[in-house]
């Protein structure tokens, strides 16, 4: 891939079971899209993985690429600087300086749920609201916020991130970090393939929203992600349960599905990519 040409901007969304490339043009419209498993071997495993997909897409005439990468991003280096076990021997990776060398492009490096958040809030379901608190439930489960379509990163990076907080029960499977009692233990896909019981999972994430909010107050809620595609048995029980634990001033705040699916991430890293704008970039 060369910089420059007419505005197609490269994306990569790299998760603990998969990684997603896509080229993206000015309008924040996916024009082509592949992935791949994610591999074993740690951080320079991945990226080369990711490399070689972007390069089977094609596209000399891309101008940039956005990232969005799991754990918490150096805004100035576009290093990951923690991660849990979602994703082994990722921490400490050099995201961006290793793609920026492979590519020859500039690179913005984003956490991936934050890539997510970016996507939603300027071309999908958070249009229209100013603060949105982004909710990912896959292999992990994340969260992000925005504010005028721009992410809020916090003193250390980790501002909206939910996966951590204490849930009253045991998950069936660790969260990534290794305790039981976190929220991701209990909603994750893998505790609920563990567990059978989606709408049981969908519950603990509600009532875990109620008192969420009452802390950030966020004019409307983004639920994204895989396990937010299996839809109202999930979706239906976290809207039932944060109605009936939301303090009332909170009860009507818009508790929203992902327009974009897969492809927000993807919109995400390249709409910061084109602006420049995000935890990092290089050229």
């Known amino acids: 891939m060369t910089p420059g040409g007419p505005g197609l901007y490269a994306a990569l969304d790299i998760g603990g079971t998969k990684i997603a490339a896509g080229l993206v043009d000015g309008a924040g419209t996916v024009r082509r899209r592949a992935r791949v498993p994610t591999p074993g071997g740690g951080g320079a495993a991945v990226l080369a993985a990711a490399a070689r997909l972007l390069d089977g897409l094609g596209g000399a005439d891309v101008r940039a690429l956005g990232v969005g990468a799991p754990g918490v991003v150096d805004p100035a280096s576009g290093r990951v600087v923690s991660a849990t076990g979602v994703l082994p021997g990722w921490a400490g990776?050099?995201?961006?300086?290793?793609?920026?060398?492979?590519?020859?492009?500039?690179?913005?490096?984003?956490?991936?749920?934050?890539?997510?958040?970016?996507?939603?809030?300027?071309?999908?379901?958070?249009?229209?609201?100013?603060?949105?608190?982004?909710?990912?439930?896959?292999?992990?489960?994340?969260?992000?916020?925005?504010?005028?379509?721009h992410p809020e990163h916090g003193s250390h990076g980790t501002a909206g991130e939910i996966a951590h907080l204490l849930v009253p029960e045991r998950g069936p499977v660790p969260c990534g970090c290794g305790r039981r009692d976190h929220l991701?233990?209990?909603?994750?896909?893998?505790?609920?393939?563990?567990?059978?019981?989606?709408?049981?999972?969908?519950?603990?994430?509600?009532?875990?929203?109620a008192g969420l909010l009452a802390v950030l107050d966020p004019d409307a809620v983004v639920i994204g992600g895989g396990v937010a595609r299996i839809g109202p048995p999930f979706l239906d029980a976290v809207a039932a349960a944060f109605g009936a634990e939301a303090l009332a001033p909170l009860r009507a705040t818009p508790i929203l599905p992902s327009r974009l699916g897969a492809d927000a991430p993807l919109v995400g890293a390249a709409l910061l990519a084109m602006s420049g704008t995000s935890e990092g970039s290089a050229r």
Do not use: K
């Not at 500039?106 to 603060?131: F, H, I, K, L, S």
């Not at 393939?193 to 999972?201: E, F, L, Q, S, T």
């Open 184 to 209: 991701e233990a209990v909603v994750s896909g893998p505790a609920i393939a563990a567990a059978g019981d989606a709408p049981h999972a969908g519950t603990v994430l509600g009532r875990a929203l």
């Open 93 to 149: 990776t050099p995201v961006r300086r290793i793609l920026a060398d492979r590519t020859g492009l500039p690179v913005t490096v984003v956490n991936d749920v934050r890539a997510m958040a970016v996507g939603e809030a300027r071309r999908g379901a958070a249009g229209g609201y100013r603060r949105v608190l982004h909710v990912s439930v896959g292999t992990g489960v994340g969260g992000a916020l925005t504010t005028a379509g």
